[in-house]
């Protein structure tokens, strides 16, 4: 019997974080490192309808940088980034939408529907959810940069209870396609919906001052943390746009935010209704 009630114990460990949650907007960003095990991606899908089902008003933005890069490399063209951001030409832009609001979005949607969830796919370019411009200073292409988020198709799909999935996509002013970085995308989104929570799941346990040492692990940043380990260049990559995005979130009024380990069984429910703080919290101050 006291098996049973220890399973009990931990289901209630759940209650205060649920109170805490529920009603309450989190947006997930989901990342294409953290998608590549379909079995891993499986638990992430019922993470999500277990959260939906607690009451948790979930949103979706996901990536799928190595999904691009693969499906370039079969189609003969070489990936290149800057900075942290695919360089973008034109047929680049045609095969980033094509598996990012094609293949990935409907993927994502059927895999929370299986679940009997409520789920819709959107791009950035539905309703000018995305809208953007061209990025600069340096010229990277179709690269988008976001001149404003228009939340109400995602706010209506909140208020009807299904899951929004969002692919990084955005619409420019002379109606042409932008690629966006779906950190950046991730964290506008979460600003627009005066999101409670915003969690980036990404392919490393969080931040580190010392990539390489294990104990470095970092279980805080604020903002003073973060403009340190940037000017001594101990963040780099995908690392960056991810820090710069979570950062401004706080700052503009995201109540929580945390990078976390998608290749973690349950890292969301962990993250989110467990004692077990996992992952880098972005600290406010
Ligand atoms: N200081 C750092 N701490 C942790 N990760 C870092 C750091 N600097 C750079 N990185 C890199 O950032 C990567 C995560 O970003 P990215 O590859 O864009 O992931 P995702 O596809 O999930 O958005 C890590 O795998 C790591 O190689
Ligand atoms: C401009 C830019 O770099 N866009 C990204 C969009 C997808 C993305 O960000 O996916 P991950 O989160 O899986 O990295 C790209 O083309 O890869």
Redesign the pocket.
């Given at each position: 019997m006291e098996r049973y009630i220890e399973k009990a114990r931990v289901i209630m460990e759940a209650l205060p974080y649920i109170r805490e949650f529920s009603k309450k907007t989190v947006v997930i960003?989901y990342?294409?490192?953290?998608m590549e095990s379909p079995q891993l991606k499986e638990l992430v899908m019922q993470d999500i309808a277990l959260l939906k089902l607690v009451g948790i008003n979930v949103v979706i933005v996901h990536?799928g940088?190595?999904a691009i890069s693969e499906m370039m490399q079969r189609l003969g063209k070489e990936p290149k980034f800057v900075d942290?951001y695919r360089y973008t030409d034109e047929e680049t832009m045609e095969i980033t939408e094509m598996v990012l609001s094609g293949l990935i979005n409907k993927e994502l949607v059927a895999a929370v529907n299986a679940h009997g969830i409520k789920a819709v796919g959107l791009s950035g370019k539905d309703n000018r959810l995305i809208l953007a411009k061209k990025k600069g200073p340096k010229d990277i292409g179709m690269v988008g940069e976001i001149i404003s988020i228009q939340p109400e198709v995602v706010q209506t799909l909140i208020a009807s209870d299904y899951v929004p999935v969002i692919s990084p996509v955005g619409v420019g002013e002379d109606g042409k396609t932008y690629n966006i970085n779906?950190?950046i995308a991730a964290g506008e989104i979460a600003i627009a919906l005066k999101a409670y929570k915003l969690i980036?799941?990404?392919?490393?346990r969080?931040?580190?001052?010392d990539?390489n040492d294990e104990n470095s692990f970092l279980s805080t940043v604020n903002e003073t943390a973060i403009n340190r380990?940037k000017k001594e260049k101990?963040?780099?990559?995908?690392?960056i746009?991810?820090i710069d995005s979570a950062l401004k979130a706080v700052k503009q009024g995201v109540e929580k935010v945390h990078i976390i380990d998608?290749r973690i069984e349950h890292s969301l429910l962990l993250e989110l209704l467990t004692d077990a703080g996992i992952g880098t919290e972005i600290a406010r101050g």
């Open positions: 960003k990342g294409g490192n953290a990536g940088g190595p942290g779906a950190d980036y799941m990404t392919d490393i969080g931040i580190y001052e990539i380990l101990k963040i780099s990559e995908g690392m746009p991810k998608g």
